[in-house]
């Protein structure tokens, strides 16, 4: 934890910047109207004394006397405005005005008829910075100020507020000294457009005062109370300079989960922790300016309350399909999303975070021209309540869907249910709000903002809130230092969050895809696997600034994370309840965090998957290939994830030199046959108790090539595991939990005599990445009296369309059989986008037909390579599959490879005593291998015994009785006793003995 503050008595005085502090109590900023600034306000101009002179903007100015002072249209009956109706930029010479940073200008416009761009800049003698404020065409960023295009009504006198010296520094890097004006009507191809300009004035000093907030205290000395409990009481005192202000409210948060509403509040501490506490004090005046101080309280060290833990997830939606007749909500209730996920959301942390993706609320009025806008019931809060979320970030592009009267209806029902926010509101000031939580005498800061602003699809208004309009915090550079450089003398941590995309890098282009397969939210891609490179600078930017941690969303879809100068970027942690259609969005994690007096020390994820739109614990392989694909996409970025294959989660690695590692090797014997001249191997499954690394040989010797593959099915085993992503709507069709090839259940088809084909495939199709790559078609199916028993491949390119571009089948089995593998090479028909699967059988010409498939897949291939030992693959990785061929005539091989198992090291928790020089790690089993891998660490040479025993006590087998030097060790269990009898399936325990140490570990032996 940063240590910013002394432990003892003190003074703290704060200066807090042009946006304040919230903790998002129950008091917001109501909604107010615009207001004029006339009391202390500079005039830089207003047209009043009806002479001006005007000159040509270079390059712009095309219809050069289209304007005139005109008396008819003006601002607050003042004698005149200045008129613009043609195709004119007009520029005005002033005297120099040197601006500061927190220096704000006011420009009175009327939009009489809409043309293309209707606005007003600044330049001094080397820029010029545009501002828009109507018109019609879509304009570049990287020129022009557009928060407010199209967000004031035509036809009105409306207030433009502009925050000039923020804007200028963030655009150009430094203060200028202005010294011309420009006002812009820009009809290029539009033969309409007439604006009306009056008051420009500098609002600066007319503006509300921030509370100037300083804080001290005095503390007793430690007492006990009758029951024995040691307790300090310390004295705080607070003073508040704010000269505008005729009234103030105070909350002080002691750390304790204690709070005051008192100017000057007396608290009693109980001594039971060995840490600083950071006490905050945050005041709202009259005015609803927010300011805060805060400062550090000591007391004798007692039993610690490390470490605090905190969860975060990504979009959480409540509406639309959810709420449809039908739907889950009205026919399950709200709480029915999140019951099957609590144990590992709320009640796994004492903080949890998720992004809420839609407003709250029955009010309001839709935005006019966005084309996908959706809202919750208010009452869908209580879902939120109910999975125990307690922060949201509300920085997003749908908060605003339907206006400001909508976004405060959804901060009211949040704060009715004590669930914090951050990230929007009626103005910049109050959007860029940070919002601080205090807990375990830690005081987190919570800065959440979005580039989702809809102005790249020229959505007005735009979503982003401007100095006297309602949006969210605008996420650029500039702003990300400025919201961490505004909390960093009170944070003891800081977390950004940002809901983003790169608007100026496009998602890679989807040829000849139909719009229709990706309308259900805005600028989808299912091609967004890693984060582009300006959102990679952007989350970068922010650590190098001062965030502790850096959450994302937005995409829809799981990316990787990032452990970049040692803090994590978790780049987008996908939907958590969304009513999507797209199979690539449905997997999902839980980022999983702790914190002691060091900060964040450990990250762990809980894969989940969203089945039929409720967020489901992923179990089984189903979790381990979203573990896998995660850990895959971290690698990427050069960071480690390690899977756990028995607890189905995985550890981020933030120190990658407390990691070791280890290999194992692997030898799987294969059969080929002829085909396509080349004598090849049916897909290998690898064993997968890591990650392949090497290829070590191909007995026998020839001329070897191989290639490694993927799995794109992650629900092919039929398993209870979070999926159900088979439609399963015939009684002739059903998982069957008697027969299976492998594991616990198939899918079992049912036929009587002369009934019809029936068909099991997906309710969704799957996204076909490429067209050209080549995939493989596998499965395992067992028959008794079937009648043409087999599985297709079918291809489309359309996500919704009935239209097949082909198919593969495997199988087509008639009769009896015991369970057999069927495979089939293909390359997707030209065109395809998409596919899916059909597990298919038709009626018996007598009696019934039963059909049973397991372990069906579709393997992604990588390109061929020849074999080379020297070859090494990154990991961790997703590779599942392995083939091999040779041009010589070869019947058997023998395969043999290497598999990377990494091992997180110990995790350094300093509010935890470990003096033990000897780690025995987690082991892990693999049924297919019939073995158990025993992993353990040890410091120093000594003497070591290794045994197991049965669930009676009873010692069994004697793995290693010997000295051992230190290092990462690994024994294999292969089930047996010390007889080399086969041990039946259960309960086992393995013990580890050293000197000064012994250990035990639960295993479960399956086969």
Partial sequence: MKNRKSAIALILTISVASYAIDSSHSIRQPTQKTKSYPIRADTIENFDDGMIELFSYPGEDYDSSAWSLDSLITYNNSPYSLKLWGNTWKLESIIPVTLDTGDVWQVAAYVDTIGEIHGFALRDTAHTLLYSFAGTQQLNIEDWVTVYQGAFPNQNWNLYQLPVGQDWLAYYGYLPTVNGIVFINDRDYDPNGVVYFDEVLDITNDL????????????????????????????????????????????????????????????????????????????????????????????????????????????????????????????????????????????????????????????????????????????????????????????????????????????????????????????????????????????????????????????????????????????????????????????????????SGNEYSPTPALPDRNPADYNEDEMYSPFLFVPTRGDIEDRRHAIDEGADLVVCHHVHVLQGLEVYNGKLIAHSLGDFTFDLNYTETFPSMILNTKINETGFYEYCIVPVYIDDYIPMRAKGELGLYILDYLARRTKDLNTYLVVDRDSITAQLILDTLNMTSMTITQADEVQLHYEDNYWISNPQRLTRDGDVWSMLSIIPSGNWQFRLGRETIWFGNFEDEGCTLWELDHDDEFYDSTVAFRGARSLCQRRLEGSSTITTGFEKRITCYSDTTHYTLYGYIKTQNANNARAVVRFYESRYGSYSLGSRTIGEVDDTTDWTSYHDNFTPANGTNYFDIWLRSEGPQSGEAHVWFDDIGVIEWENWQAFNPAITFPTPNDYYWIQIRTDVETYDATVSYEEMIYNPGAVVDYSMKNDFPYVLFQSFSNPAKSRVIIRYQLSATSGVTLQMYNILGQQVRTLINETQTPGLKSVIWDGRDNQGRKLGAGVYFCRLQTAGFEQSQKIIWLK
């Fill in 208 to 499: 509300p005062m921030v509370p100037q907030v300083t804080i001290w205290f005095t503390s007793g000395q430690i007492y006990e109370d009758t029951k024995g409990t040691r307790l300090v009481d310390v004295q705080f005192y607070s003073t508040v300079v704010d000269t505008d202000s005729w009234y103030h409210e105070y909350f002080w948060y002691f750390g304790d989960d204690s709070t005051s509403s008192e100017p000057n509040p007396f608290h009693t501490y109980i001594v039971e922790d060995d840490h600083e506490y950071t006490v905050l004090l945050e005041v709202v005046d009259s005015t609803y300016l927010w300011g805060r101080a805060s400062c550090s309280v000591f007391v004798d060290p007692g039993p610690t309350t490390f470490p605090l833990t905190m969860n975060f997830v990504g979009d959480v939606m409540l509406a639309r399909r959810y709420e449809q007749p039908g739907g889950i909500i009205p026919t399950l209730g709200v709480e029915a999303i999140f019951e099957p996920t609590i144990p590992y959301l709320g009640d796994a942390a004492e903080i949890t975070v998720a992004n809420l993706e839609c407003p709250l609320t029955d009010t309001g009025t839709p935005h006019p021209t966005k084309p996908i806008i959706f809202r919750g019931s208010p009452e869908n809060v209580d879902g939120l309540a109910y999975a125990g979320i307690d922060v949201v970030t509300i920085a997003n592009n749908h908060i605003i869907d339907y206006g400001l009267e909508g976004l405060q209806e959804t901060q009211s029902v949040l704060d009715s249910n004590n669930i914090r926010y951050s990230g929007a509101g009626a103005n910049a000031y109050e959007a860029y709000l940070p919002l601080f939580y205090n807990k375990k005498g830690v005081n987190i800061a919570y800065l959440a903002s979005s580039d989702r602003t809809g102005q790249y699809d020229n959505y007005q208004p735009y979503l982003n809130a401007g100095f006297n309009k309602s949006g969210f915090a605008n996420l650029t550079q500039f702003d990300i230092s400025r919201q961490i450089h505004t909390v960093e003398n009170d944070a003891d941590l800081i977390i950004v969050e940002m809901h």
